[in-house]
């Protein structure tokens, strides 16, 4: 019913930037929040950063400073630039998005396929 696409995921050197993607398709009434959340083998998925549709950005004390996350509502797409990449960085990013239908009048959250980040000289 809903999809969620990511891409922009990749190897890069320490100190390197990426910029990750994803969009939402399918029978979308609306979407709330937007979020990216990350996980390495053997730990629990943590969060990265996250969008309200209105409000203030939040983002994981480990990366303030360094990634931004935007969305465009038009495109009911979330983005996430990643500078000043560390090895600690390296996981699999996923992104999620609370989302109400065009059949629901209650939002569900859907989540993407996740993407490779490696963060490697």
């Known amino acids: 019913q809903v999809q969620l696409v990511e891409s922009g995921g990749g190897l890069v050197q320490p100190g390197g930037s990426l910029r990750l993607s994803c969009a939402a398709s399918?029978?979308?009434?609306?979407?709330?929040?937007m979020g990216w959340y990350r996980q390495v083998p053997g730990k629990q998925r943590e969060l990265v950063a996250r969008?309200?549709?209105?409000?203030?950005?939040n983002y994981a004390d480990s990366v303030k400073g360094r990634f931004t996350i935007s969305r465009d509502n038009a495109k009911n797409t979330v983005y996430l630039q990643m500078n000043s990449l560390k090895p600690e960085d390296t996981a699999v990013y996923y992104c999620?998005?609370?989302?109400?239908?065009?059949?629901?009048?209650?939002?569900?959250?859907?989540w993407g396929q996740g993407t490779q980040v490696t963060v490697s000289s």
């Open positions: 999620k998005m609370e989302v109400i239908t065009i059949t629901e009048y209650v939002s569900y959250n859907y």
């Open positions: 399918g029978s979308i009434r609306s979407i709330y929040d």
């Open positions: 969008i309200p549709r209105e409000g203030a950005t």
